[in-house]
Nanobody, 115 residues
Framework: QVQLVESGGGLVQTGGSLRLSCAAS????????GYWYRQAPGLQRELIAT???????DYADSVKGRFTISRDSAKNTVYLQMNSLKPEDTAVYYC?????????WGQGTQVTVSS
């Protein structure tokens, strides 16, 4: 059974950094594309970072220049490096990955940035 396990969230001060991980297990398939979303209280879930099967990346304007998405194929893991964090980055962060012809979602991890 495929599982996606997210880790790395927590409480950090403004200007700090965190690295989120999203590890796929229970499958022989490698991650193709990977995505990170976030959802703040009362707001819709938004797509903030994408990495394609070819390694191209794209970011929402709100995180561009501060966040970096990457993939480690050997570990079947997608990462989100978050730098220069702001209070408005506070949200639950979700990863989703494409394995074969299906998409899988992580359970979400809370990121809280204090002012």
């Amino acid at each position: 059974q495929v599982q996606l396990v997210e880790s790395g969230g927590g409480l950090v001060q403004t200007g700090g950094s965190l690295r989120l991980s999203c590890a796929a297990s229970g499958t022989s398939l490698g991650i193709n594309a990977g995505y990170w979303y976030r959802q703040a209280p009362g707001l819709q879930r938004e797509l903030i970072a994408t990495i394609t099967s070819g390694g191209s990346t794209d970011y929402a304007d709100s995180v561009k220049g501060r966040f970096t998405i990457s993939r480690d194929s050997a570990k079947n893991t997608v990462y989100l490096q978050m730098n220069s964090l702001k209070p408005e980055d506070t949200a639950v962060y979700y990863c989703t990955v494409a394995l074969g012809n299906r998409d899988y979602w992580g359970q979400g991890t809370q990121v809280t940035v204090s002012s």
